[in-house]
Structures are given as structure tokens and as C-alpha cells.
């Protein structure tokens, strides 16, 4: 729902098609979209990228499939979240475990999201954009 509330304070730009996969799948528990995205053919074959260390797997983090998702989809999310005000616990939340796994660090050390691996990310705020009325003007043109 975060990403919702996010859509919702950029009223100058239609977003109506940002909807949320409930709607869009026609489910209503955890359980039937885990169902619904398993059984959606062109995802089978995405699987979570692993790593051996000493006998153990571990997430890779430095796979293109973590580094985009993460550096240029939940952090621009989130970088369009700080511009409008808006509170992302969840997304806050997914991102300091990321942080965890990765080495990279998207807050500082005063829990701002200023930290030092924003430079390296697809954020509004890289490209001049601050405020909600200049990503409205631009995506308006």
C-alpha cells in the first residue's frame, strides 16, 4: 500500500494504472498470489541467485537481479517517497535488509535516507528533481 500512497501525492500525474496485484490478479490472501506468481510462465524461470561460501548458500547480492531491483526499482520508489513526505516503513524495512546483505548503505548514519550508495542509484534527486511539483512538470511535458 505504500506504493499507493506514494502514487497519491503526485495528483498531477495519472497513475491510475498503478494498482495492486490483489486487484490486478484477482487475489485476496499471500498464499493465492505466491500460487498466482509460481504458476505465471515467463517467472519460472527467475530464481534467487545463490552463492557457496564454506559449504553454505547465501544470497548473492552482487547478481544483476538483486543490484537493479534494489538500486533502481525500491530505491527510486523510495526516493519519490522522500521528495512527497511520505512514510515507508515496509519499504524502509526491505531496503535496511538489503543494506544488511550487500554492504551498500542507503541511509546515513543519523537513519536518513542520504547514505553514501544513493550517488550509484536511478533516485529523482540525482537528476535535480526535489520536488513534487518538478517530477509533475516534467512527467507533464
Known sequence: MELLHICSLFPKIDLSGV?????HYGIKT???LTAKMRGIESLREIIAPLREQNG???IDSESRYFKEDFMFGLCNLRGYAEIAGANTPHIDHVLHWYENISGERFFD???KYA?????????????GFNTVSAIEQFYME
Do not use: M, R
Open 19 to 23: 494498482i495492486p496485484n490483489s486487484v
Open 30 to 32: 499471500t498464499e493465492e
Open 56 to 58: 553454505e548458500l547465501y
Open 109 to 111: 548514519c543519523d537513519g
Open 115 to 127: 547514505g553514501d550508495c544513493l550517488a550509484k542509484t536511478g533516485v529523482p534527486q540525482n537528476f
